[in-house]
């Protein structure tokens, strides 16, 4: 989880400096701007439900305003709304407290301001220069063609491709390469997640499934996840060993990220959460019940 007091600072330091980033580099766009860093009064209401939950229940309004640089009177407007919102609860005596309609809110907008920021780090960690695998051998200062290939980056001696960069260094074929002054954008699209949904035991779990659907849906699968012990039993009773047990969603998102389809066998009980990931990060995926 990302700590919510730094994330605070992070927002503080985007509206001072006016944080706008308009690269765009090696296929991936610019990250839509999410509303709490282009809405101060959002952003507001946000950072004021974060100092009652860390610094909460007894904090005063006149804290609340030096910490944030607006006026007591503005906290006070923000807290009656929050309160007629059902995002905090009024104990008396400048006592307040996050209610789990505000836990909930500040949650769902941490999740979409780290996939924001997550996307502007890709973008400009990548500027200056970004690591690819030479396809063949190369030479230092030769422009390059980009390209990929199994969701990595390949640097190739053909500059047919759409994107171009020049290498830094002498590279043999296989080994890495930086390549700096990337031109246009490189040709792939964003992998596919297929979820297939296992019974929970209480449901008779994996000894209730549509065995041919699993093997159907599954054929030509090179990456499968597994999430549940009903799902591992599913996939060991089809003939499958699972490629991913841990930190499934993670995974199958950042290999749909750089172009690469998978499929995660689900129990019931768990399909909510990695649908959810899925559409925090615009992940397409298909959802079949076994």
């Avoid at 007091?5 to 610019?30: D, M, P």
């Avoid at 305003?65 to 008396?92: F, K, N, R």
Wanted: proline share 2%.
């Amino acid at each position: 989880m990302v700590s919510i007091t730094l994330l605070a600072a992070l927002f503080k330091t985007a509206f001072i400096n006016g944080w706008i980033v308009r690269r765009v580099l090696c296929g991936y766009n610019k990250p839509d701007m999410v509303e709490i860093l282009r809405n101060k009064s959002f952003a507001t209401r946000f950072q004021i439900l974060i100092e009652i939950a860390t610094h909460g229940p007894t904090i005063q309004q006149r804290a609340i305003a030096q910490e944030l640089s607006i006026t007591p009177q503005a906290v006070s407007d923000y807290i009656s709304q929050l309160e007629g919102e059902s995002m905090i609860t009024y104990l008396g005596r400048s006592r307040y407290q996050i209610t789990r309609e505000g836990v909930n809110w500040v949650l769902k907008n941490v999740r979409e301001v780290k996939a924001y920021f997550d996307g502007i780090d890709s973008v400009i960690n990548g500027i200056v220069i970004s690591p690819a695998i030479a396809e063949k051998d190369i030479k230092q200062g030769e422009q390059v063609g980009l390209k990929m290939v199994n969701g990595l980056l390949y640097a190739t001696a053909d500059c047919q491709t759409k994107s171009t960069g020049i290498a830094e260094a002498d590279a043999k074929a296989g080994e890495d390469v930086g390549v700096r002054d990337i031109q246009g954008l490189i040709e792939f699209s964003y992998g596919l997640v297929a979820v297939l949904v296992v019974p929970g035991i209480a449901k008779g779990g994996s000894r209730h499934i549509d065995l041919e659907l699993l093997k159907t849906r599954l054929k030509g699968v090179s990456h499968v996840g597994a999430i549940g012990l009903e799902s591992v039993a599913a996939l060991h009773r089809a003939g499958i060993e699972p490629d991913y047990l841990y930190d499934v969603s993670g995974v199958v998102i950042d290999a749909a990220l750089h172009g690469l389809s998978s499929a995660v066998v689900c129990t019931e009980e768990d399909v909510y959460a990695l649908v959810s990931s899925l559409k925090d990060r615009n992940i397409e995926y298909s959802l079949t019940s076994l």
